[in-house]
């Protein structure tokens, strides 16, 4: 069931991956990294806090609950998505809000993958608090750097072949 439930965020991801048509310069990513990398961050973090203290839920639970209700669902962020890579015909209206649409679009996007490390810690808290076993290298090696890093290097290549398949090849031929 997990793999499934990771192979259906895979799918919307990659169908929001898509819609993006900016190259990949710290100019153009600069917002939406850092909404993924500090504000959900902090975001996950005060919805734990308040889980924790406010509703008295266990470490693990409100960790839990911060790394559900923290990020933005790409499904649901449709209505504010940038225009498709190939859209003419756009207005002077629509390109200058083509940069907050953008932000919001790559944000969602990118938020998702960020949530699953917190949500695998959630689990080490659980399981350390049964078993009494150190679990925090174990999370931040595997969970966080390995899976992020293998998660960026795949979809990195798999972006390059799919944009090479529905971009270029159309157009050679």
């Known amino acids: 069931m997990v793999r499934l439930t990771e192979l259906c965020v895979i799918v919307s991801l990659i169908g929001t991956g898509l819609k993006i048509n900016k190259s990949f310069t710290w100019r153009?990513?600069?917002?939406?990294?850092?909404?993924?990398s500090v504000t959900m961050i902090?975001?996950?973090?005060?919805?734990?806090?308040?889980?924790?203290?406010?509703?008295?839920?266990?470490?693990?639970?409100?960790?839990?609950?911060?790394?559900?209700l923290a990020p933005t669902d790409p499904v649901l962020a449709a209505d504010v998505q940038v225009s498709p890579p190939d859209a003419k015909d756009r207005t002077d209206e629509e390109v200058k809000d083509d940069h907050v649409?953008?932000?919001?679009?790559?944000?969602a996007g990118l938020n998702d993958g960020m949530a699953f490390p917190?949500?695998?810690l959630?689990?080490?808290?659980?399981?350390?608090?049964?078993?009494?076993?150190?679990?925090?290298?174990?999370?931040?090696?595997?969970?966080?750097?390995?899976?992020?890093?293998?998660?960026?290097g795949l979809g990195y290549l798999l972006g390059k072949g799919l944009a090479y398949l529905l971009f270029v090849i159309p157009r050679k031929t």
């Not at 153009?28 to 993924?36: A, C, E, F, G, T």
């Not at 902090?42 to 734990?48: F, S, T």
């Not at 649409?101 to 944000?107: G, I």
């Open 28 to 36: 153009h990513w600069n917002i939406p990294l850092r909404l993924v």
């Open 42 to 68: 902090l975001c996950i973090a005060a919805v734990a806090f308040f889980g924790w203290i406010g509703l008295g839920f266990s470490a693990a639970a409100a960790i839990l609950l911060g790394a559900v």
């Open 101 to 107: 649409r953008f932000s919001l679009t790559a944000e």
């Open 118 to 120: 917190f949500t695998w």
């Open 122 to 152: 959630a689990i080490q808290v659980a399981i350390a608090t049964a078993a009494g076993t150190a679990w925090l290298w174990e999370w931040l090696w595997f969970d966080v750097l390995y899976r992020i890093g293998a998660a960026v």
